[in-house]
Structures are given as C-alpha cells and as structure tokens.
C-alpha cells in the first residue's frame, strides 16, 4: 500500500513570492490534515478535511494561506505571499476518518523563505 | 500549563537498557493518546497507541496510560542505536491531536 506521498520535497523561494504543496492521502483514507512542524517542535495544525469539506481550520492564517481539497483526495495547500516566519516543515498526514485517529505521515515539504 | 507536555531531553541510555519517556496532559476529556517517533530529518512514524489505562506492549515497546494522573509513557526494552530519534506523544482534544514537543532519545552503542 502507497504512504502518504507529498511535493515537492524541498523548495527554497524569497519572501513575498508564492508557493504551493501538493499532497496526495493513503487510498480510502477520508481525512487529510496538514501541520506545520517548526525545529525543536511537534506538529502543528494547520487544516483538517473530512473528504472535500474543510472541518477545522481555525489555527489557517487565513490572510496568506489557503487549501483546498476538491474531489475528496489529494489537496493542495498555498501561501501568498511567502514571510521569512513561514520557513519550517509541512506535513500532510491522513486517517481513515474523523473518529480513527491513527494518522500516518507523508515525508513532508521543508520550505526555506530567503 | 501546555496541553501536552514533554521533557525536551536528550535522554541517553545505554544499549540494552530500557528507555522511559513520559508524557502528561491537561485535557481530562482526551480518550486516545500516541507515540510516534521521528528520525532527524524524517517525518513522524506512528508507532503505539493506547485508550485504555494500563499497558499495552508490541514487541519491545510498551505503552502505559493512567488517565487518573494524566499521564502516558512509552517504555523500550532492550533498546537499539536504531531507536535513537525524537519520541512524539499525540493527545486527542475534541476532534483533534495535540503533538507534544517531542524527547530527543540517544542509545549510547
């Protein structure tokens, strides 16, 4: 069974220009959370999905970030436009659904704002 | 007080011994707690979880919760220079997972 698989891997941009990460879940897996790992940190949400509808997404900056998950499976998260603060690790993680908690990790987009 | 609570360590241990690492939090209310351990540079890998007090063991790793204390732990017997990585604890609040800082675990070979 394919993880959890996420892109780019890595991505180096100078501040105020955009970016986007890409993030494809484990088939059948119905919810989709993206975190934000800074060094020295664990995880932190940032947006969770169930299927295409967005259940939680109160810690989003909503004033530069934005996510979207279309048909219910891969998703996309952006940043416009990009801060020196916003360089840390992005994961996406999935689960089976809302009340199966086991969340399984893809490799992560580690961003770096010059 | 922080929701989940961890001591940033490094912890070492010596190979063959048992490491312990803790975990506490604040949510009276959190039914599911995890460990997941991270390598350096890695993403978090899921590798125990537990919903009832007591013990839970696979393999060399066993989890211990008392949710009157509030408190989690994982213990890894016989430990291995593989298992020198950071230990995540993961607690459920409401519908999400609050990740603890993490315990950096170093197995001295």
Redesign the interface.
């Known amino acids: 069974e394919a993880g959890v698989v996420q892109s780019p891997r890595y991505k180096i941009i100078e501040k105020k220009q955009p970016v986007a990460f890409w993030c494809n879940p484990i088939s059948g897996h119905n919810t989709l959370y993206w975190y934000r790992q800074n060094l ?6 940032l947006i ?1 999905y169930e299927n295409e509808e967005a ?2 997404d109160s810690q989003l900056p909503k004033d530069r970030f934005s996510a979207e998950r279309l048909k219910g499976v891969d998703s996309t998260l952006k940043i416009q436009p990009a801060e020196l603060g916003d360089s840390a ?1 992005y ?1 996406c993680a999935s689960s089976l659904d ?1 009340r199966r ?8 987009t580690r961003l770096t704002v010059t | 007080q922080k929701e ?1 609570e961890q001591n ?1 360590g490094p912890l070492s241990v010596p190979e063959g011994a048992i490491a312990s690492l803790n975990c506490t939090y604040s949510d009276r209310g959190s039914q ?1 707690f ?1 460990w997941y351990r991270q390598y350096s540079g ?5 590798i125990m ?1 537990i919903y009832s007090n007591g013990d839970k063991e696979d393999g060399r790793f066993t989890a211990q919760l008392n949710k009157a204390s509030q408190y989690v732990s994982l213990l890894i017997r016989d430990s291995q220079p593989s298992d020198s990585a950071t230990y ?1 604890c ?1 607690v ?1 609040r409401d ?3 609050i ?4 315990t950096r675990l170093h197995i001295l070979p």
């Open positions: 020295g940190q664990g995880p932190e949400l969770r259940v939680d690790v994961l809302l908690y086991e969340q399984y990790f893809g490799p992560g | 989940v940033s599911s995890f890695k993403s978090p890998e899921l979880s995540l993961a459920n519908d999400k997972i990740f603890g800082k993490g």
